[in-house]
């Protein structure tokens, strides 16, 4: 069935085991990729239109593409990292099929030659990572992985790595520079991991999601999976539905589902039906707000989230009801960013920050109507001026929390402050 | 005017603390994974997390430890420690109690449990209590929203937590 690719393997007993994943046909595509030479591999994964998961759904066969022809070694690390507000599903993946994960990255070393692969997981997920490394000890057992892969003699490595919670060294740079055994601060770009990554090699850094789409390609053939899913969104994809709803979860959908359905068939509609829908976080808390009424006509795919002007990000959707104070809301998101910032520019480490006070200020009292003003200001300060996106992340949810929810802020300052007793109903 | 600013207060400074040396299997483990990486160097988050598995925090001397066993510069590994927020620069509690306070779990009652643990405890954040039994931390989406509000308890999720479950909790770790 081809509406279910990556959790078709969830309800199965004991889904995490070598036993259970080679019982269902797991290393078959594979051991397909290894009798197909690295540009076939490159070739499927570009017809797919396969897009990176992690947040800025870049084509993956595009980028596997700039890797340069050169002596050196190359490397491929696996985003493990999931720390973007509102994300859980490559927690799912690799508890509950990590050999998809190692298939996936076996196929995909080989496609752009790379014979060491690390998976740098977020330092929270201390079960999953022993998941995960036992999953990996099972596969060198097994000889999928080793100096000689499945008898082919293509060598391939794959190491575990730690993160010790910090959000920035999920962005590639940052992640790389961490794995370096150095504070995550990201890298100026140019030049880009692909021509200059890991210890001065090239590197591929792919999410979890991403890489656990490339066996389903390489078994199907990549024009079958860019049947599913609509346009330049192909496939299917996970979303993290949390917040108000009354079924939070995991779910994957083909891209293109109305909003609407995932809510009321999927999600079982809001939890409290006296309290409707009031707005949408729809991928992870970088991105901009939707209104009810922008969601509830709103596909969920990468086009149809843009004509919103708001990203799918990293499908974390939070889903907020009606009687959430707005600014409280926007002050919890943006002490996430300046907690977060690594601090290596100063827009971003004195931007956030002042943000945040700013909007505690006015849910918690002491803020004049020039604030907003100095909002903007700060904004544009940030926006698009520091070496990595931190700085952006921040800025969307302020300005699309302003832009639409203005009234909110405004009863504030007549008020005085928060003009609920709680800014939430619990 | 209540203008509180919300972060994480970093100590101006590192106890020194005994003595340190990993234990024989850490370093053995580090020698094992060292032909993994490119440079030593590399090894020092998985070289950090040993350290804390061994005593609990990273202390001065820890640091120097492991500045030599990588090759690496003391400041270097100390900057590193600071950097990341899940090595404790001093003895945490023996319960760590870790409350996400991002959105969704603020959306279902984050506040409320962080009230309660401060009430009960009579601690702030990042301080153990006097017995050394518990220590609150407030910590980021901790990836597991859709069971929010999130606790972590040392290295263990406690999903879809209630007041009355933490209550619970308080009473049963020792
Ligand atoms: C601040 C920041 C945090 C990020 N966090 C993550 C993360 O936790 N996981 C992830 O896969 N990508 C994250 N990304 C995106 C990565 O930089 C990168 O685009 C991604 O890992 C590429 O993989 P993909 O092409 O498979 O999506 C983050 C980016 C930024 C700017
Ligand atoms: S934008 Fe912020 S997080 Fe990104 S590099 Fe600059 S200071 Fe660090
Ligand atoms: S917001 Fe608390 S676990 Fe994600």
């Not at chain 1, 590639?172 to 990554?197: M, N």
């Not at chain 1, 999927?266 to 409290?272: P, Y």
């Not at chain 2, 927020?85 to 779990?105: A, D, F, K, T």
Request: proline share 6%.
């Amino acid at each position: 069935m081809a509406d279910v690719i990556l959790t078709s393997r969830f309800a199965t007993k004991d889904s995490h085991t070598l036993a259970s994943y080679v019982a269902d046909g797991g290393y078959g595509a594979a051991k397909k990729a290894l009798a197909m030479t690295p540009e076939q591999v490159l070739e499927e994964v570009k017809k797919s239109g396969l897009r990176g998961r992690g947040g800025a759904g870049f084509p993956t066969g595009m980028k596997w593409g700039f890797i340069p022809k050169s002596d050196k070694p190359v490397y491929l690390c696996i985003n493990a990292d999931e720390s973007e507000p509102g994300t859980f599903k490559d927690r799912y993946l690799m508890d509950l099929d990590p050999h998809l994960l190692i298939e996936g990255i076996i196929i995909s070393c080989w496609a752009i030659r790379s014979h060491d692969c690390y998976i740098y997981i977020r330092g929270e997920y201390h079960s999953t990572y022993d998941v995960m490394q036992k999953a990996l000890d099972e596969a060198y057992a097994a000889g999928y992985l080793g100096d000689d892969v499945a008898g082919t003699g293509f060598r391939l490595h794959c190491t575990m790595h730690k993160g010790a919670g910090a959000y920035i060294c999920g962005e590639e740079t940052g992640l790389i520079e961490s794995l370096e055994g150095k504070k995550g601060e990201p890298r100026i770009k140019p030049p880009f991991p692909a021509i200059v990554g890991l210890f001065g090699c090239p590197t591929i850094v792919n999410n979890v999601e991403t890489i656990t789409c490339v066996p389903w390609i390489i078994e199907h053939g990549g024009e079958a999976y860019a049947k599913i899913g609509v346009g330049k969104s192909t496939g299917t994809k996970l979303w993290c539905v949390s917040g108000h709803v009354k079924k939070p979860g995991l779910l994957e959908l083909p891209l293109g589902l109305p909003f609407k359905t995932m809510l009321e068939e999927h999600c079982g509609g809001m939890r409290d039906p006296k309290r409707p829908l009031k707005a949408v976080i729809p991928g992870g808390s970088s991105v901009p707000v939707l209104t009810a009424a922008e969601m509830m006509d709103c596909n969920l795919d990468y086009e149809s989230i843009a004509a919103k002007g708001s990203m799918l990000g990293s499908a974390g959707m939070i889903v907020i009801e009606e009687g959430t104070c707005m600014v409280w809301t926007l002050a919890i998101l943006t002490r996430f960013y300046a907690d977060e910032s690594c601090g290596q520019c100063t827009p971003c480490r004195e931007g956030t920050s002042w943000v945040n006070d700013i909007l505690w200020r006015i849910e918690r009292g002491g803020a004049t109507p020039k604030d907003i003003d100095l909002l903007h200001n700060l904004c544009d300060n940030m926006m698009g001026k520091t070496i990595c996106v931190l700085a952006d992340a921040c800025v969307m949810p302020v300005r699309s929390f302003l832009e639409k929810f203005g009234a909110e802020f405004q009863a504030h300052f007549e008020h005085g402050s928060c003009p609920q007793a709680e800014p939430v109903h619990i | 005017m209540e203008s509180k600013v919300e972060f994480r207060p970093a100590p101006l400074r590192v106890p020194e603390g005994e003595p340190f040396r990993l234990s024989d299997a850490a370093l053995a483990e580090i020698e094992r994974l060292a032909p993994r990486y490119a440079t030593r160097a590399a090894l020092l988050l998985p070289a950090l997390w040993m350290v804390q598995r061994q005593q609990g925090y990273i202390s001065e001397a820890s640091m120097r430890h492991v500045a030599a066993v990588l090759g690496v510069s003391p400041v270097k590994v100390y900057s590193v420690v600071t950097f990341y927020h899940m090595y404790h620069e001093s003895p945490p509690g023996r319960w760590n109690i870790q409350v996400c306070h991002n959105l969704s779990c603020s959306l279902l009652g984050a506040e409320k449990l962080l009230d309660l643990l401060h009430a009960k405890l009579g601690v702030g954040e990042d301080e153990p209590t006097a017995d050394g039994r518990f220590m609150i931390q407030r910590v980021e989406c901790l990836g597991a929203c859709e069971h929010a509000p999130v606790c972590q308890i040392n290295d263990d999720f406690v999903f879809d937590v209630t007041p009355k479950d933490l209550e619970r909790k308080l009473d049963e770790l020792k």
